[in-house]
């Protein structure tokens, strides 16, 4: 069954280069959590492609890559963020996701020059810039939810975000 989703695109915030750039991030967040809700299982861990990606993996990862940058923590083992295990559900990752996105909006609001330093993530030498760090959050999320937008295509036709 094909399904179109009206795409309202991000919010319009005539702001500051810190509110445009959250702005799109949390538009691309939702896009991408948008893709995952109601798929049943197994489908929703099914892999699309070769490589294996599916819906729940790249909730998983966007996750994992946000308490990164944002919060600080490792990542031990990049690869793995891609692999929900048996025990994580739909549920349980999306609510991850969206308490990672609450704290991570967090840090952010108190961002007042996006010049200055970023965390350090763990075993990097340099820190990136507040900048940096949120369009490459753009950037990764955004790079994820088209993967997501194909992925759910496949399984039930449904398009749009």
Known sequence: MSRRVKDVGP??????????????????RNSIAGKVADVPEPQVRAGGVPSGTNLLGLIKHVTKVERFYFLGEPINNLRRTM?????????????DYRHTI????EVIETWTDLTLDAP????RSLPPSRRWVLVHMIE?????AGHADILREQIDGSTGR
């Open 140 to 144: 990764e999320t955004a790079r994820h």
């Open 120 to 123: 350090r993530p763990p075993g």
């Open 11 to 28: 919010p319009w915030t005539g702001g500051d280069e810190k509110a445009a750039l959250l702005g799109f991030l949390d538009y691309l």
């Open 102 to 105: 609450e704290q991570a909006n």
């Open 83 to 95: 692999q929900p295990t048996r025990e994580e559900t739909v549920e349980s990752l999306l609510a």
